[in-house]
């Protein structure tokens, strides 16, 4: 409990407790309950077929910073479910996700999120709804 | 061109030339214009900050095997929209997904896919547009 | 309460209380916990400026019988998110939807919907996450 | 063809060939690529069994709307796919709905849905991929 109120404070706390993350190089940038944004430095290990970044590590940018902004609030979620709209690509420089609250619920919290590549061009949008593991009475 | 038509049928040469799936351990079992299989072995570089399998990284397996199975005709393709429902985790075992084609067009191929752990419990149930980049025009 | 119950059983009762439905020509065929079937006789009134039946109804007929496959378990319903994917579509005879149970939860229940023409030909397919409005708490 | 281009200019025309969007009594009050914009007043036959707007005639006005933004550069568009977020509901006022460009393609077209109620409050969000009918090799 303390220790999820700490990761909604330090990106660095939380990316060593996120292997997954850590592991495909995502750096947190900003965590705050309203928009939160992670990033991608195009590397040779986040490449597709077509040399392009991979689509499930966009997705997973997304996943990742929709969490964050869900997080902030001092309680643990999990994807419930997501959508994604992919509408360019990089294969190089940095990809920015950006996770933007639509609306904060007692069991749910929706995010937008918008992915963009260093100079602003969308590459990616998308909704993610997060569901709230703690409450009072443990449901679901 | 060649090169597509062959990837269509080599697990072992698709992945040399997809650095994000190698690099996060996937395995491909099955390729097939009808239904493919992908699968993850549960590894330390998988899990998220709750202990099981990131969200990113099941819905990279959505994305790689509905790939796999729109890929399979011999087209190159890229992910368009994805749509994906999380059900459960796990923190060992395999995560075996499966690309199952709902339909196949000239422009745009959509592939269901199904997320299994290794009991044959569902833990994640998706939707794929994958898009088409040959065709005689080159259009889009 | 005993109201809803009640909804849960009975077709006749249920259109008579949801005006929209009605209004719109939904016939509901079954009601189950497992699987329910919503059919539409296609009318004037369903044709978009194509001529065939508009989107928004053919999502209607998903709406309406993924909630009545949650409803079947006699607790009350709102819709949370859905994703529909369009194959086909028809000027005549019958649009049927089949809302099948993927996952029921304390408080989420994923339904999928197979939407067919007659003649068993997919028009369309989707996932809804319905969420319950019942529990000890009134949570959210 | 002309009657498309001209579509894209005349609510009234649109409408009075949307048979479905006129027997549900929708309002198309802007049609511009850009953004587009379809009205609802809240009426006894939009109704669910809870008394407040379906959520399959939500889901249309975001189908209506999308597909006037799509439609507004002159061509011929189907619904591919969509994902919709509800969020919150009316029972009496305005359901205003607004289709904005998120990416026009040659082939596919995506644009975001935000549903308000007439005082600004959220009720769903959503993103369509519009599928363009038109081009020069009737591809699709």
Redesign the interface.
């Known amino acids: 409990m303390d220790e999820n109120r700490f ?1 909604g404070l330090d990106p660095e706390y ?1 990316l060593n ?5 850590k ?2 190089h995502m750096e947190i940038t900003k965590i705050s309950p309203e928009e939160s944004e992670v990033r991608l430095r195009v590397n ?7 040399g392009v ?5 966009i ?6 910073v929709t ?1 964050l902004t869900a997080r902030a609030d001092g309680r ?1 979620y ?10 360019g ?1 990089v294969n190089e420089g940095y990809v920015i996700a950006k996770g933007i609250l ?2 904060r ?4 919290t ?1 995010v ?1 999120c918008a992915i963009e590549d260093e100079n602003g061009r ?1 590459l990616a ?3 993610v ?1 997060m ?1 709230c593991l703690d ?3 443990g ?2």
């Not at 407790?17 to 993350?21: D, L, Q, T, V």
């Not at 040779?44 to 077509?50: F, H, V, Y």
């Not at 970044?53 to 590590?57: A, E, K, M, Y």
């Open positions: 990761v939380y407790h996120n292997s997954y993350m592991y495909n040779p290990d986040a490449l597709n077929i077509l970044v991979h689509g499930g590590l997705y997973s940018l997304a996943d990742a969490g643990r999990v994807t419930q479910s997501a959508t994604i709209n992919f509408i690509n639509l609306r619920g007692k069991a749910v929706l937008r969308l949008d998308g909704t709804n569901f409450d009072e009475t449901r679901e």
